[in-house]
Nanobody
Framework: QVQLVESGGGLVRAGGSLRLSCAAS????????MGWYRQAPGKQREMVAI???????NYADSVKGRFTISRDNAKNTLYLQMNNLKPEDSGVYYC??????????WGQGTQVTVSS
């Protein structure tokens, strides 16, 4: 069974930084892609960044140059460094992994609020 637990969210002013962490447990291997998604009130969940050993990293256009995804496979932990935050970055951030290209697992989410 795969479990994902996010942490690191909070309230920050525009221009500030936060670092999210996602601790993974269970049968997750470095080959499995892991990523961050976010959902703002009234909006659909959207991809923020994905890390894959086969395909590298991919970012949403809105966060390129500001966010950095990284992964410590030895610790089974995924990170998202968020710099120069904007109010539109606010939302619940979810950690995700896809096992065997079929099954999605999600964490419970962590709230990020950026004040203007």
């Amino acid at each position: 069974q795969v479990q994902l637990v996010e942490s690191g969210g909070g309230l920050v002013r525009a221009g500030g930084s936060l670092r999210l962490s996602c601790a993974a447990s269970g049968s997750i291997f470095s080959i499995n892609p892991m990523g961050w998604y976010r959902q703002a009130p009234g909006k659909q969940r959207e991809m923020v960044a994905i890390s894959s050993s086969l395909l590298g990293t991919n970012y949403a256009d809105s966060v390129k140059g500001r966010f950095t995804i990284s992964r410590d496979n030895a610790k089974n932990t995924l990170y998202l460094q968020m710099n120069n935050l904007k109010p539109e970055d606010s939302g619940v951030y979810y950690c995700n992994t896809k096992i065997a290209g079929i099954t999605d697992y999600w964490g419970q989410g962590t709230q990020v609020t950026v004040s203007s």
